[in-house]
Every structure is written in structure tokens, then in C-alpha cells.
């Protein structure tokens, strides 16, 4: 993992490899930002036309490479896109800041430090570099050569090693945690991103299960494993129905982290389907090689409590992983079959690519049996999804409609994409069976709607509950952009511990 150091050096005394600067773009050109004057100076003050010569804009995604003349202890200066020039009395967003520390970042592998001077002027602002930085950083190279006997080879693909953060203040208290909450953050979000990336023959529910179970051991928090044999005794039928065709068992994974002072809880629920052929109803050709990522909602929640545990919030934090593999076989789930889900009731699979909800239901139940104070699902449920939001936003549903909003609010906080959407009460009648309680599809306009509708019969009464949809965002298969590599991008896990910090502050009610 990349290091975080907040360095007491000005830009033109850092030692370094490279220097991380800021340009914005301005009405005439490209505008150096704030944290870079000493190396505008090193340029004669000339540093903007020099880049605007090279090409440079300032527009966001920009990023121009040079070598750092006389006055300057680092032999490269990085300078990088901002966006717009902030009108009067305002700074730049805290999610520009974030997207340029990421885009320096990840054009920096193969090197060892990196001073970024980027313009910060404020403990959020720091944070947002930091957490950019940080994640920018990532590098997922489990299964490239690593006996490659060049060692310049292989340190040319390593991450960068650490980022020197310029412009904080490295005795504040206040600087001090908001680095530690951005290396926490960081860190377990490409913890998150790893196990996506994790091909499915290595990452089943089992392995999956024993990950949580180390980093549990690791942060001191308890963690329940419930086996086939457990969930066939608990009658979990969605989960078992699911799993039931995979050489790989089916798993139900509680892991929880609890604080003294506590007076609120929250249970995060995540779809874990380690991959997902379809089942009998098999994905068409071009729709399976990608299917590593439907565990990108239990990745996130698992990441999520991790985190909460590191930032040690006073709000108690239980996270549900419903783990399954979903494969086609002599013992999998029909289309036809009617499963008796944990809650008791029973669902007339039409589908068995709708296998999602099916696992979340049976969490859903068992999550909503401790009665915390709000319930948030965390899943890759729907193309439809998809189609109505793209690949960069999620969808957000609920039974509380101040609490979806809430969601949705934090998520625009801390930089990631999302949207209020709405659960039509007509479209329930179209899950109704002739043969069991529900089935699990409906209409197929509103696909994404409908899953939600499903959901919400598992949900405990009285309990506010929201459903992410994060199909569109979890998996990132365009090119690379800020601080989001191709593969997976840890969509959801920001929210989700902040929404934590929201609850623990009592901001929530």
C-alpha cells in the first residue's frame, strides 16, 4: 500500500522524484493554482504558457509532464488538470481535488515519492487530495509474473510508494486525522477493489469467507460463518436456492463491530454471487466475462465495517455478506422451482438470473431480526439499472424517503454518483404468483424498480431501509479516469462510512 506522509518541506525544498502541481482552466488559459507558486517561480512565472505551449488546458483529466528546472529539488514537475478556475471566494470541489490527485497518481507508477502540491486550503481540502491520492495509487498485479528476474520490470509496475502531502499541517490534530481517515478509507477500499478483481476460480464463497474472517481477526471484530449445513439448518432457502448448483457452497457471513457508546445501529446487507453464470437461465455469449464483479456489494459492506472499525465510530456497524456462487449443473435451481426463503415465505423462481435478490432477501430477514435503526443493501442487482443511470451512478431506493434522501446527499458529499429512485406501487402486482407468495421478476420495464419492490417485503417493519444499486459503478471497464482503474472501483464504500460518521454524530436522528 502507498504511504502518506505530511511533509513539513515547501515545493522547492521537497526531495522527490516528482512534483504534483495544479492547473485550472482559466477564461484565457491555464491557470496555476495555489501550492505551486515556488515552482512558477523556478519558471520565471512563465509556468502556465510553458504548459498552455505543451497542450495543457487546465480541464479536468489534463495532466503534463516536465522537467523541473533550477530552484527545484525534484527532477519532475506533474502538472495537473482542476477544471474551471473557482469563481470569487469559493475553492475548487473537493471532488476535483480528489480526481487530479488520482490522475497524478496513477500516471506515476514505477516511482518511489512524490511530493503533491496541490492547493489546499483546508483540513477537507487535505483529505480529499490525500484520499485521491491514495486511491489513484492502485495497482492490482496478483497475477502478473512476479519471478520477472528484471528488478527495473518489476519495480516499473508497483504503485507509486509514497505520497508526500505539501500543504497540510503536520502537528495539527486535525490535519493528523484526516490523513489517518483517508490511508483507512484508501486502504480498504483497495481492499474492496482487490477481491473483485480476484478471478472466481480463487475467490468462492468459502475463500471469500476466510478473508473476512482474517481481516475479523485482524481489527478485533466478531464474525459468524454460516456453512451449507448452517444455512439448510436455519431453512435460508434463498441463499441455499442460489447456490445449490455451485461445487462451491453457499455461505452467510455476519461480521460486526460494536462501540461502548453506542446508542445507534446500522446493518449494511451485500450481494456477494462470487460470479454469476446465470444459472439454468445462462447469460447470453458477452455477458459472463465479467461476471467476477456481482460480489461487489458484499466486497463493499465487508470494506465498510473494516473501516468504521479503523476510524473506531461510536455507532455499531453489523455487516451481512450473502456469498453464493450461481452455476448451472444436474442439482441447480429450475426455472419453476419455488423456494422457502428464511422469512417463511415462498418465491416462484422465473428466472434464476434474478438470483440477487433472492441471497439479499434471506440477509434482509436476518438482518431486519436485530431491529437496528436502518438497514442499507449494497448490490450489482440490475442491467436495467444501468440503462437508466450509465456506468458511473447508482441507484438509490427506499421505504423512508428522508433517509434515501440523506443517502443520496452523502453520497454527493463524498464524490460519488447517485440517484433518488422512486418504487411504484403498480408494479408489485406484477411479482404476484399463481403458485407461491411472489415471484422473483415482474414487468420488465422498471426492472430495477421492481427488484426493489422485491427487497421490501424482506425488510423488517418499522425500519428504515435503503437499496444501492450500484450495477453501473461497481466494475469499470472504459478507460481509466481521476482516481478509477479499469476492474473494480469500490463504488459505495465512501456512502456507506460516511453515513456511518452521520450516524455515530447523531445527524441522522
Known amino acids: 500500500m502507498t504511504a502518506l506522509t505530511l511533509s513539513t518541506s515547501g515545493a522547492a525544498t521537497l526531495r522527490a522524484d516528482a512534483l504534483v502541481v495544479g492547473i485550472a482552466k482559466g477564461p484565457k488559459g491555464p491557470v496555476v493554482a495555489a501550492g505551486a507558486e515556488a515552482v512558477d517561480k523556478a519558471f520565471d512565472g512563465k509556468l502556465a504558457s510553458v504548459l498552455e505551449t505543451l497542450g495543457a ?33 469559493e475553492t475548487y470541489p473537493a471532488e476535483a481535488l480528489r480526481r487530479a490527485a488520482g490522475t497524478a497518481a496513477r500516471a506515476l507508477v514505477g516511482v518511489k515519492k512524490a511530493g503533491f502540491a496541490l492547493p489546499i486550503a483546508s483540513v477537507e ?31 516499473a509496475k508497483l ?23 483517508a490511508v483507512a478509507l ?52 434463498g441463499i441455499l436456492g442460489v ?62 465495517v473494516v473501516a468504521v472499525a479503523r476510524l473506531g465510530l461510536k455507532v455499531n456497524v453489523t455487516g451481512w455478506l450473502a456469498l453464493a456462487e450461481n452455476m448451472p449443473s444436474g442439482t441447480a435451481t429450475r426455472p419453476g422451482d419455488v423456494l422457502r426463503m428464511y422469512s417463511g415465505k415462498t418465491v416462484e423462481v422465473l428466472n434464476t438470473d434474478a438470483e440477487g435478490r433472492l441471497v439479499l432477501a434471506d440477509a434482509l430477514t436476518r438482518a431486519s431480526e436485530e431491529n437496528p435503526d436502518a438497514i442499507v443493501d449494497v448490490a450489482t442487482l440490475t442491467g436495467a439499472m444501468m440503462m437508466a443511470l450509465g456506468s458511473r451512478t447508482f441507484g438509490i431506493m427506499g421505504n423512508d424517503e428522508s433517509f434515501r434522501t440523506a443517502i443520496h446527499e452523502i453520497a454527493e458529499e463524498v464524490g460519488e454518483q447517485s440517484w433518488p429512485m422512486p418504487m411504484p406501487a403498480e408494479l408489485r402486482k406484477g411479482m404476484n404468483s399463481d403458485t407461491a407468495d411472489i415471484a422473483n421478476m415482474g414487468e420488465r420495464m ?27 459503478p461497481a466494475f469499470h471497464e472504459a478507460a481509466p479516469y481521476g482516481y478509477t482503474h479499469k476492474g473494480g472501483t469500490g463504488s459505495s464504500i465512501r456512502t456507506l462510512v460516511k453515513l456511518a460518521e452521520r450516524t455515530a454524530d447523531g445527524d441522522l436522528g
Open 159 to 181: 504503485p507509486l510508494a509514497e505520497v508526500a502531502l505539501l500543504g497540510a499541517k503536520p502537528r495539527d490534530k486535525a490535519f493528523k486525522a484526516a490523513a489517518e481517515r
Open 186 to 237: 484508501a486502504e480498504e477500499i483497495n481492499r474492496a477493489r482487490d477481491l473483485v478483481n480476484t478471478p472466481p476460480n480463487d475467490l468462492y464463497p468459502e475463500s471469500f469467507a476466510a478473508v473476512a474472517q482474517a481481516a475479523a481477526k485482524e481489527h478485533g471484530l466478531k464474525i459468524q460463518i454460516l456453512d451449507e449445513k448452517a444455512l439448510v439448518k436455519g431453512n435460508y432457502g
Open 125 to 155: 481540502d487535505a483529505e480529499a487530495v490525500a484520499e485521491g491520492a491514495l486511491l489513484g495509487a492502485y495497482n492490482f498485479t496478483a497475477y502478473q509474473d512476479q519471478a520477472d528476474k528484471d528488478a527495473k520490470k518489476v519495480e
Open 446 to 472: 422498471g426492472g430495477g424498480l421492481v427488484a426493489g419492490l422485491f427487497l421490501q417485503e424482506f425488510v423488517g417493519e418499522d425500519i428504515a431501509w435503503a437499496h444501492l444499486d450500484i450495477a453501473g
Open 57 to 89: 488546458s487546465g480541464g479536468e483529466g489534463d495532466l503534463t509532464k516536465l522537467p523541473a528546472l533550477s530552484g527545484l529539488k525534484t527532477p519532475l514537475v506533474v502538472a495537473v488538470g482542476l477544471g474551471p478556475v473557482p469563481e470569487k471566494d
Open 243 to 304: 447456490g445449490v448448483g455451485s461445487a462451491h457452497g453457499p455461505r452467510l457471513v455476519k461480521i460486526s463491530y460494536t462501540h461502548s457508546k453506542a446508542e445507534k445501529s446500522l446493518a449494511y446487507v451485500g450481494k456477494g454471487i462470487t460470479y454469476d453464470s446465470g444459472g439454468i437461465s445462462l447469460k447470453p455469449a458477452g455477458h459472463n466475462e465479467t461476471m467476477k464483479c456481482d460480489m461487489a456489494g458484499a466486497a463493499a459492506v465487508f470494506a465498510a
